[in-house]
């Protein structure tokens, strides 16, 4: 698998996901009618051209999913036994359909699990930019991952 063992994670790495996304009206649309969220900043054209924002605002939610799945790919993909939690998570500057999303990580903390010798837990930040470099999401990520089979 390609994600990383609980013992190849360094604290104070920062890895920069290669993997981008350009979101799209569609993508928006498709997440939050299946989310059933009827908020009309993400679904209704002429509501959201008549908001600060003058057009639709992409559900923050697919912009958290979308910032941890660019992740996954470089950090957990297979060794993760599950996510523990997601704190912090803080969305300054809002994503709208075109812009296109590259996500950093930062590994905070490594710990080895007390009761469980197989596994252990890790505190990533997640940091995703636009296009233009401005920050548009981030959040603390907490996740129970596999040591190396012996």
């Given at each position: 698998m390609a994600g990383l063992h609980l013992e190849e994670f360094e604290p104070g790495t920062v890895i920069r996901h290669q993997l981008t996304k350009s979101v799209?009206?569609?993508?928006?649309?498709?997440?939050s009618v299946m989310t059933l969220n009827p908020q009309p900043l993400h679904i209704d054209f002429d509501f959201a051209a008549k908001s600060e924002w003058g057009k639709?605002?992409?559900?923050?939610?697919?912009?958290?999913?979308?910032?941890?799945?660019?992740s996954v790919h470089d950090t957990t993909l297979g060794t993760t036994i599950g996510n523990l939690g997601m704190t912090e998570t803080q969305f300054p500057h809002p994503v709208f359909h075109g812009d296109t999303i590259r996500v950093e990580t930062e590994v905070k903390s490594v710990r080895a699990s007390k009761s469980k010798p197989d596994r252990g837990i890790v505190e990533m930040e997640h940091r995703a930019f636009n296009q233009d470099g401005v920050l548009v999401a981030r959040c603390l990520r907490q996740a129970?991952?596999?040591?190396?089979p012996v």
């Open positions: 799209t009206e569609s993508d928006n649309m498709l997440f639709p605002l992409v559900n923050s939610l697919f912009t958290l999913g979308l910032m941890i799945g660019i129970m991952i596999l040591k190396r």
